[in-house]
């Protein structure tokens, strides 16, 4: 059973609106999630990082939150630009500096 | 500094041929490591190494070859190649193997076809 889980799997948003990505996991110990984004044909690069004691995170139209209690992350995405098509990708670093990836929340943009 | 890169970008093989995806960095991280992403699946770890001279397996090894005798090089090589080697493989190096859950820097990505 994959340790980290995203939904949903797609979605389909219009230029301008918000959208929310979910993350849940079930490593432990936890030592922190980070949130990547994969442009199509390229290698992920890091959106954000956050610790156990994290709960907020943002990187410009991007904002991650952590709920250490219930093993959940989410990444909402502000006023999307066609430059946010994407897959987003959910990585859980646990004990012994084990990592489990999640298999990505794929978003297309549309005018 | 050009980060991770990876050679060719993409490959077409014939069942049985052999070849070798090339990384290199330049940022003297000690960690690299090789991922393989196909769809509907998360990037699943091939192989790894700490360092010059030190490999490991990662989650699924069988049919790949590292080496590492420089910092910056980390080549990974196809023996046979099968068709399930079909699929899109990542470089990725960290300052350390405790960092890379901290900070891991991805290389371009090679998409390799076996026919």
């Known amino acids: 059973k994959n340790q980290v889980e995203q939904s949903p799997q797609s979605l389909i948003i219009l230029e301008g609106k918000n959208c929310t990505l979910q993350?849940?996991?079930?490593?432990?110990?936890?030592?922190?999630l980070r949130w990547y984004k994969q442009d199509t044909g390229r290698g992920p690069v890091s959106l954000t990082i956050?610790?156990?004691?994290?709960n907020t995170k943002s990187n410009g139209r991007y904002t991650a939150t952590l709920d250490a209690d219930t093993k959940q992350s989410s990444l909402h995405i502000t006023a999307s630009q066609l430059s946010d098509s994407a897959s987003y990708i959910c990585?859980?670093?646990?004990?012994?500096?084990?990592?489990?990836f999640g298999k990505g929340n794929q978003v297309v943009v549309i005018p | 500094n050009a980060g991770v890169t990876q050679t060719p970008k993409f490959q077409v093989l014939k069942t049985g041929q052999s070849m070798t995806l090339q990384c290199a960095q330049d940022?003297?991280?000690?960690?690299m490591s090789w991922y393989r992403q196909d769809p509907g699946m998360g990037l699943r770890l091939i192989h790894y190494s700490v360092g010059a001279g030190i490999t490991d397996q990662g989650e699924v090894p069988n049919g790949y070859n590292v080496s590492r005798s420089t910092t910056e090089d980390f080549p990974l090589r196809l023996l046979s190649a099968a068709p399930s080697q079909t699929s899109v493989y990542f470089c990725?190096?960290?300052?350390?193997?405790?960092?890379?859950?901290?900070?891991?820097?991805f290389g371009p990505g090679t998409r390799l076809t076996v026919l």
């Open positions: 990725a190096s960290s300052y350390s193997w405790r960092e890379r859950g901290v900070e891991q820097f």
């Open positions: 956050m610790t156990f004691s994290e």
């Open positions: 990585v859980v670093s646990g004990g012994n500096n084990r990592l489990a």
């Open positions: 993350c849940n996991y079930t490593v432990s110990p936890f030592s922190n």
């Open positions: 940022m003297n991280h000690e960690y």
